[in-house]
């Protein structure tokens, strides 16, 4: 069979590139070796035993970054719904109530409005006020989407300006665990663009979760034109003469394309192209445990979003020596995100750091433990967040980085990819390319703008 392009993995990035290009008639063709589309960001269904009731979850979705409200014009999530041919209504996004930076003897709050962060720095930081507004000014003026950008140390960049080491940690902690690959610090390009779309813009939840935009995504790409295989993993990226002529799927089929597109990530892509992989592995991966509790909590219980808590004064991003690091929480509680409707059963998503050698060396009654270990654990943080709140959990799932693994053929689990990005997304081998994660524009928005702009630059010129 012969397509203009195939996009290797229907996540956010393999979807928009492929409607960008399908709506351009070219005959393209995405490629999953999963059942279902979403990647990183997928959903799936539980029974709760006690009363039979199907439970939907999200996997991951905590926040749909880079809120903007309806008409808002150059904003990220607004260009990429324009780009989509999507309505802005379509997604039905609740905005956050709002979020907490959660240290010891220190809090930041922010919402969807940056004042609230201003304000907060200006309280709990008067003397730092004016170098943050340097900074502001700084990040305003950058350039984060230059394809060309080498790294930048976000420390060093932030040290040079602020003169608070608590303020640091403080602010840089979101960002890192909402999108760093690399330990300990991030790229400043990265780190600019997830102040902008965590800090400056915001969060908000699609009503239905994250299948509302999958569905969403699917039901464009197909509109178009373009062809989507489930249980239909790519085995072998065909090359001649160093140019990507095709892949052979699991099913033993050869597709022909000059232009192949793979979100499977960087190392894992080369590897299929069978060519000397120079990408690292990244070490950042996660477990989380999910509490599904008998109520919701009431505002005066709990009325946070999202909770990034932290028990050290210094905030440790970097692959969890043990199974998990319990030292810092990202809690979030999809409930308190501005709905309508408060019945129903409450939800609390506990994110810890965690270590994929360990858990992957376990044996079955050791891992089942183990993620038990880690639930308790989750909970205490959440009882000491919301002291008044009292729960019983109806149901709870736990996920680790084997199962990101698992489900998603990322080595090791890693979510935000290898530290080696390819920003341009072209690799060594003629009409192959890099899009999502390892593109190093990650998160839903950022895996979405990925496949658009790549779809757009290497995918709608004329096929030889
Ligand atoms: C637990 C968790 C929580 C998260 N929370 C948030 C959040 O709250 N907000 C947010 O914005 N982002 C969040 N993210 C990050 C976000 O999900 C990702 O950055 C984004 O979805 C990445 O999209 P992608 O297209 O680059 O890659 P992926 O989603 O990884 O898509 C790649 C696809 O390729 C498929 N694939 C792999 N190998 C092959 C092969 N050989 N052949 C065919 N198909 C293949 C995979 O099955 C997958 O579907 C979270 C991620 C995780 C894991």
């Known amino acids: 069979m012969k397509y203009d392009a195939i996009v290797i993995g ?28 979403g990647g990183l960001n997928s959903y799936y269904q539980r029974r709760i035993k006690e009363t039979k009731e199907i439970a939907q979850f999200d996997v991951g979705l905590h926040a ?84 060309n950008a080498t790294y930048i140390s976000s420390r060093e960049v932030l040290n040079s300006i602020l003169h608070n080491s608590l303020l640091v940690e403080m602010l840089l902690a979101p960002l890192l665990i909402y999108g760093s690959a690399w330990e300990k610090d991030m790229d400043f390009n990265q780190f600019v663009i997830m102040f902008k779309s965590i800090y400056m813009e915001g969060f908000s939840r699609p009503k239905g979760g994250v299948r509302t935009i999958i569905d969403k995504l699917i039901a464009r790409f197909k509109e178009e034109g373009g062809e989507l295989k489930f249980r239909c993993g790519v085995e072998e990226i065909l090359l001649k003469d160093n140019k990507a002529i095709g892949v052979r799927t699991t099913k033993g089929e050869e597709l022909f394309a000059p232009r192949v597109f793979s979100s499977a990530g960087l190392p894992e892509t080369m590897e299929l192209a069978k060519k000397e992989v120079n990408a690292a592995v990244g070490k950042m991966t996660f477990m989380e445990a999910i509490a599904l509790t008998e109520r919701k909590p009431t505002k005066s219980e709990f009325d946070a979003t999202i909770v990034f808590h932290n028990s ?5 991003y970097e692959g969890a020596k043990d199974f998990f690091d319990s030292r810092s929480a990202v809690v979030c509680c999809p409930d308190n995100y501005e709905m309508d ?20 060396a376990l044996d079955r009654s050791a891992y089942l433990e183990k993620k038990e270990e880690a639930f308790e654990q989750a909970m205490g943080i959440v009882k000491k967040l919301a002291p008044q709140y009292e729960f ?39 009409g192959l390319y890099i ?30």
């Open 392 to 430: 019983r959990t109806v149901l709870k799932d736990i996920f680790t980085p084997t199962t990101v693994e698992r489900y998603t053929w990322k080595k090791h689990g890693t979510v935000y990819g290898s530290p080696d990005k390819i920003r341009n997304g072209k690799t060594d081998v003629d």
């Open 341 to 360: 409707n408060r019945d129903g059963h409450g939800c609390f998503r506990v994110t810890f750091m965690a270590n994929y050698e360990k858990f992957k």
């Open 64 to 147: 749909l970054t880079n809120f903007a409200t309806k008409g808002e014009r150059r904003k990220p999530l607004t260009k990429m719904l324009k780009q989509l041919r999507i309505g802005y209504d379509e997604f039905e996004l609740c905005p956050q109530s709002y979020s907490l930076i959660d240290f010891p003897g220190k809090q930041l709050r922010f919402n969807n409005d940056f004042e609230l962060l201003k304000n907060e720095v200006y309280e709990k930081f008067p003397s730092e006020i004016d170098s943050f507004n340097k900074l502001v000014e700084k990040i305003n003026n950058y350039n984060e989407l230059d394809l």
């Open 435 to 464: 899009i999502g994660t390892d593109q190093g524009f990650l998160g839903i928005v950022g895996a979405i703008l990925s496949g658009i702009s790549l779809g757009n630059l290497y995918g709608l010129m004329e096929s030889e």
């Open 312 to 316: 050290l004064e210094q905030y440790h």
């Open 10 to 37: 229907a996540g956010m990035s393999g979807l928009a590139a492929g409607i960008r290009m399908a709506m351009f008639g070219k005959k393209v063709c995405v490629l999953e070796k999963h059942t279902i589309a």
